[in-house]
């Protein structure tokens, strides 16, 4: 009797999932195998996240029953625990997905050493639409400038989608605890939302995604950054309208992250691109921003958003971000850092190279604008409406006020902030600072 392992990180899904198709395929038997990594500290993620993952682990154990299988969960060092199934079943093989991060790669390497006689077999082909690495300029090792990167992988080729496998049988094993949160998170649900999205809202993408208070985005975000959906699926299944393509290529931009990352490891904490910043240290700036308390209506309603639903709107974080980075002046870590903490979708890959993209220091062929927040309250804002939903001492303000409260008497303010900066100084002092 042979049996292999599937190791599940971050790709948890039966559906195009190459890792789980490759390791069902010609065994006898199969272990569905999830190790909750004991160095990454529960106490680092807000409870959503924790939730999240918990929700996507009990789903894939639904989607695995049906299949005839389960999920077996271990908790401690994934090396260690992954090794000792492989003893206990007597596995010859071990399948995993590949990943960018340095984490993830030294897990990688460790592994392989320590299977000894036992196959690792790594798949790149698992989180993006185009595996990373498989596009690369003539003289470097990684695309630095998107849209020579996003040429190309338009017209690169893509895998056929890979089918859920029909059956899988477990080895006799001891199960573990799998959690049985039921929630919004999982392939499931995922699909549910992957379905809506393509069927009938991503038409409006194009003239909608800036939009903030319409929301039409496909708050994706959490199961890509999960596996729970496939990146490649969805670029199939998108279809070729105006929104359709726009969409596809924000999934460009989230390759062009990974690729970046795979070949620049320690850009997930140092600068892409060193401008010489001294970032300033101001411990309430940073905790005003973070509390949604900068006396600045649509950086604090981003902020705010973050909080009370673990996602943020993509133009809110390039307001929230850019104020940080570029008008406090304060280091795009500490950013990323508390983005981390309470972002459902907070990934190493796409929160660290967007925040050195916002903080000049990354792949923006731009790399000092600075994006002043009344201008694109009023463009994105223009009647106020996310500001209200996510700032109640602001919700009895009309349109023309709301994005300026500054200019209102005390009262009608209602404790509501003023502001900690002033916005022409913070972007002078950041010009200055780079020597502009
Ligand atoms: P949609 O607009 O529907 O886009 C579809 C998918 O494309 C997204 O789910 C995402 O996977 C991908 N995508 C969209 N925009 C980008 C982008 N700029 N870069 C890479 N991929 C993108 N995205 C994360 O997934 N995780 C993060 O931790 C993260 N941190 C960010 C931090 C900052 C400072 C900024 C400016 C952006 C960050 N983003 C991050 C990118 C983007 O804001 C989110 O992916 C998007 O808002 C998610 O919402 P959605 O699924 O509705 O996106």
Redo the contacts with the bound molecule.
């Keep these: 009797m042979s049996t292999t392992i599937a190791v599940f990180t971050r790709d948890l899904r039966i559906h195009d999932n190459p890792m789980l198709a490759a390791a069902s395929r010609d065994t006898d038997h199969v272990v569905p195998l999830f190790v909750r990594d004991h160095r990454i500290g529960a106490s680092r993620f807000a409870a959503g996240r924790l939730r999240f993952l918990d929700e996507s682990l009990a789903d894939l154990d639904t989607s695995l029953r049906a299949k005839g299988g389960r999920l077996v969960l271990r908790e401690g060092s994934p090396v260690e625990e992954i090794c000792r199934v492989a003893t206990a079943t007597d596995a010859t093989r071990v399948h995993i997905a590949g990943d960018v991060s340095a984490f993830a790669k030294a897990r990688e390497a460790e592994l392989a050493g320590a299977l000894g006689r036992r196959e690792l077999v790594v798949h790149h082909d698992v989180h993006t639409v185009v595996p990373p690495g498989a596009l690369r300029p003539q003289s470097r090792d990684h695309f630095a400038v998107f849209s020579a990167y996003h040429r190309r992988w338009s017209d690169h080729g893509w895998r056929g989608l890979q089918p859920a496998p029909e059956r899988i049988t477990l080895p006799k094993i001891q199960l573990g605890d799998v959690p049985k949160a039921k929630g919004h998170g999982g392939e499931t649900a995922g699909r549910c939302r992957a379905d809506a999205w393509l069927h009938a809202d991503v038409q409006h993408y194009v003239d909608q995604?800036d939009v903030l208070a319409a929301d039409r985005?496909?708050?994706?975000?959490p199961y890509?950054?999960l596996g729970c959906v496939s990146a490649l699926e969805l670029a199939r299944r998108a279809g070729k309208s105006a929104g359709a393509e726009a969409?596809v290529r924000?999934?460009a931009?989230?390759d062009f992250?990974h690729q970046v990352l795979a070949a620049r490891p320690d850009a997930a904490h140092r600068d892409y691109r060193h401008r010489g910043d001294r970032w300033r240290d101001d411990k309430n700036a940073l905790q005003a921003w973070q509390e949604g308390r900068t006396g600045i209506p649509i950086v604090d309603a981003g902020m705010r958003q973050l909080r009370a639903e673990g996602w943020m709107?993509?133009r809110a974080?390039?307001i929230t971000?850019s104020f940080l980075t570029k008008t406090l002046y304060l280091d795009w870590r500490a950013g990323a850092e508390h983005?981390f903490t309470w972002?459902l979708?907070?990934?190493v890959v796409?929160?660290c190279l967007?925040?050195q993209w916002?903080a000049g220091t990354g792949t923006d062929s731009r790399p000092n604008r600075v994006l002043n927040p009344l201008l694109q309250a009023e463009r994105y804002d223009p009647d106020g409406e996310y500001v209200r939903r996510y700032v109640p001492e602001l919700s009895h303000v009309d349109d023309k006020q709301v994005h300026r409260p500054w200019r209102l008497p005390a009262a009608e303010r209602r404790g509501y902030p003023a502001p900690i900066v002033d916005l022409a100084d913070g972007r002078a002092r950041f010009l200055a600072a780079r020597g502009k």
């Design positions: 995604h985005t496909s708050r994706l975000s890509l950054h969409f924000q999934l931009w989230r992250h709107h993509n974080r390039l971000g983005f972002l979708d907070g990934d796409n929160n967007n925040w916002v």
